[in-house]
């Protein structure tokens, strides 16, 4: 057993990863460097929920920030002489901050250690500034000495572009025993839809509101709930289709999981934004709610959200063919049963403890791992 614990380089330690974050330590013996920066495209937080005391704005659930596990908080430069200290037994590097990830790269070359990525993106974003990364990361995932995914469909998409180390999946994963704790249901209308998260473009919000109109499902028997905020409320609040919620804290989203019969995922592709994941599907599966997701939602393209199983799926941008799932669903409670309870099983392979082995996989392939196979 190495003596040196691992680094892993990463944005911020949000409420929502700190389980994870806590069950990797307890396994490897973990330090984590926080660089801080954007979460966007990590499965970072949604704006469904409301800022609280000693959290920040949108995280899951509350507590506190940094239980049980080391915590740095070096510059991004800072990052590769980190790396290359000698301190480490092994590196990990999240997709974050714009020098972070080459730094952790090559300070962990520099230290002779190894290097495991661990990739979040299934598709490189198309704006001029990103183009400038492409040719870097495409090395670091030819390069990586092991590379850890959210799931098969970043998998496929690293192996794409020629990862020459081991792939592993370290599957993405909420706080299972607050999202399954008993809720207090929220209902405005007896067949419910759900929309939590940040009303905004890439979020599809604009799609949904059009597919909700095109369904004609009958008010006050039917309520589409929006739980969030962003540049498209004001536009939701104009078409006066949705009860609006705003951003909330997660105890009373979890109430409104609890009284929808639907969740609806419905993120479209951008120029910089392909959804990596939707940690709000893994929330709404735990309460044994099935989900409508479009096919570019991660949580679909990896396996969780599967078609006529656990949920619907719809192709994205399709508004007619979201409209025709939540006429489908209002109209069949058995099938709305049947999928939750399928949802409610199949989540429970996404846990944190799975996410934990998952990246103990990672570095026992390059033989850094403490934790015998």
Known sequence: ?????VL????????????????????????????????RHGGGPGAGFAPRANTRKGTRPPGPAFPAF???RPSQGGVARLAASGRFRAVIAGISGRVALPAAWLGARRGRVPFVLWATLWAHPRTAA?????????????????????GPHV?????SKGARGPVFEAPQSVDDAFWTSSAEPERQAPYQVLFAGRLAREKGCSELLQAW?????????????????????????????????????????????AGSDVVVVPSIPTRDFLEPWGLVVNEAFDQGVPV???????AAAGGLVQHERTGLVVPAGDEHALAAALRRLHGDRELRERLGANAREAVRAHSHSAWAEGMSAALRAVGASNVPC
Request: aromatic share 8%.
């Open 130 to 150: 990103h183009a400038l990364s492409y040719l870097p990361m495409r090395a670091i995932y030819r390069d990586a000495d092991a590379i850890a995914t959210y």
């Open 292 to 298: 409508i997701a479009t096919d570019t939602v991660g």
């Open 155 to 159: 998998s496929a998409y690293v192996r």
């Open 1 to 5: 057993m190495n003596p040196k614990p």
């Open 70 to 72: 080391p915590v740095l």
């Open 213 to 257: 109109h095109i369904a004609g499902l009958p008010a006050p028997s039917t309520a589409l709930v929006l739980v969030g905020d962003g540049p498209i409320r004001a536009r939701a609040v104009a078409a006066g289709a949705a009860h609006l919620e705003g951003p909330l804290p997660p105890e009373r989203l979890r109430n409104f999981y």
């Open 8 to 39: 892993f380089v990463t944005n911020h330690a949000p409420p929502f990863r700190v389980g994870a974050f806590r069950a990797l330590h307890e396994r490897e013996d973990v330090v984590f460097a926080l660089i801080g920066g954007d979460v």
